[in-house]
């Protein structure tokens, strides 16, 4: 099995599904490496759609000034997409043994905010996983933010936002045109060529933080949008 429902839940008042992948056929994304991918999806509204509407930026997106086509990495009509069609075709059981995870790189929130996931199941993923990775952008409005630290970095990605989330007490990953004074670690893809599974710098709250250049396909969208 490639993949498992993790979580079926609502956010601001819409349906979203929690979905790992990559259990038997390995990942293929070349930043990432091999590391089982956990997407937060809108059930009622395919990636594309949800793009289209804006509803993503009102729920498995909130906080992101990059929702709604406005200059996110991903592209919706690939992975999300398909990985959405499968759901609806009843491709994914639901997990019932976390053992499958056992020693495995994880990376939360290969699209939508992971602080979506119940910290119940965060953990129970983390305590038998090897490294992980996990971003959220929804820190400022999410009541348990401290608590999602403890295992995702806060993304931010203007000065602004990147000294309110410090000011919080967050642990951040900022990308941005340049890279902002004080004391943060160019992602080791960009220095040293490691994928997240062989680097593990952003493997929850401990730690420094983390800087990476806008990029992906809507890099440009993405700098005039916020300007740093």
């Known amino acids: 099995m490639n993949g498992y429902i993790l979580h079926e839940g609502t956010t601001n008042g819409e349906k979203f599904v929690v979905i790992a992948t990559g259990f038997e056929r390995p990942s293929v994304n070349r930043k990432t490496g091999d590391m089982i991918q956990v997407w937060i999806l809108l059930i009622d509204q395919s990636p594309v759609a949800g793009i289209q509407s804006g509803l993503d930026a009102l729920t498995i997106c909130i906080g992101c000034p990059f929702a709604s086509g406005e200059g996110c990495y991903v592209n919706p009509g690939q992975a999300p997409l398909m990985i959405w069609q499968a759901y609806h075709r009843g491709s ?80 951040v990953f900022h990308a941005s045109r340049e890279k902002p004074s004080g004391k943060f670690v160019t992602c080791l893809n960009v220095t040293r060529g490691k994928t997240c599974a062989e680097c593990g710098i952003c493997n929850g709250g401990d730690g420094p933080d983390v800087w990476v250049p806008l990029h992906g396909s809507g890099a440009k969208k993405a700098f005039n949008l916020i300007q740093n």
């Open 92 to 171: 994914y059981p639901t997990l019932r043994d976390y053992s499958v995870f056992q020693s495995r790189g994880v990376r939360f929130g290969a699209y939508g905010n992971p602080s979506l996931i119940p910290l119940k199941i965060v953990k129970a993923i983390r305590r038998r996983a090897g490294k992980t990775t996990g971003y959220f952008h929804d820190w400022k409005a999410n009541r348990d933010a401290s608590k999602y630290n403890r295992y995702f970095m806060a993304s931010t990605d203007t000065l602004e936002s990147l000294e309110e989330a410090k000011a919080e007490g967050l642990r």
